[in-house]
């Protein structure tokens, strides 16, 4: 008589299956914020000729933006597949990300046409959610808890 027995899964592979279960919306997220920077370098391109809706504020801060939601998102992919490094990064740039754009819709709100301070309003609600989900306790637990093992 053989019993089929099923093996035990060990508590890292645990972990790294729930830290890629939690960043999936981290990285979905951090794919609209691209998707929707990427967009404002296409509205800014169709609407140049008007410099009040473009100006050279636009074309400086839009192409910051896509730079860095292109680093965020390699950022949250990496996360997603466990590098700690990457962990790191993405939650101190986007922290870092809000604040700027808190800084840019309310101390220099003038520089930047209606439709771009929207945008920027956008970009910050979902880095919000962003900064939120990144640094939920169990997340940060389970980068600890890998970093305590690779050390052992």
């Given at each position: 008589?053989?019993?089929?027995?099923?093996?035990?899964?060990s508590?890292?592979?645990?972990?790294?299956?729930?830290?890629?279960?939690?960043?999936?919306?981290?990285?979905?997220?951090?794919?609209?914020?691209?998707?929707?920077?990427?967009?404002?370098?296409?509205?800014?391109?169709?609407?140049?000729?008007?410099p009040?809706l473009?100006?050279?504020?636009?074309?400086?801060?839009?192409?910051?933006?896509?730079?860095?939601?292109?680093?965020?998102?390699?950022?949250?992919?990496?996360?997603?597949?466990?590098?700690?490094?990457?962990?790191?990064?993405?939650?101190?740039?986007?922290?870092?990300?809000?604040?700027?754009?808190?800084?840019?819709?309310?101390?220099?709100?003038?520089?930047?046409?209606?439709?771009?301070?929207?945008?920027?309003?956008?970009?910050?609600?979902?880095?919000?959610?962003?900064?939120?989900?990144?640094?939920?306790?169990?997340?940060?637990?389970?980068?600890?808890?890998?970093?305590?093992?690779?050390?052992?």
């Amino acid at each position: 008589m053989s019993t089929t027995t099923t093996p035990s899964i060990s508590a890292s592979s645990e972990r790294a299956s729930a830290t890629r279960e939690g960043f999936r919306p981290v990285v979905a997220l951090v794919g609209v914020y691209l998707g929707l920077s990427a967009l404002t370098i296409v509205a800014a391109i169709v609407f140049a000729s008007d410099p009040s809706l473009v100006n050279t504020t636009v074309w400086i801060r839009g192409s910051i933006v896509v730079v860095t939601a292109a680093l965020m998102l390699r950022f949250a992919m990496g996360a997603r597949s466990g590098n700690a490094r990457h962990y790191r990064r993405l939650r101190l740039v986007s922290a870092i990300m809000v604040v700027v754009i808190a800084v840019i819709l309310v101390a220099i709100p003038g520089d930047f046409p209606l439709w771009m301070r929207i945008e920027q309003a956008t970009c910050g609600a979902i880095l919000v959610v962003v900064v939120i989900l990144a640094n939920r306790k169990r997340v940060r637990e389970s980068f600890a808890a890998g970093a305590a093992e690779r050390a052992a």
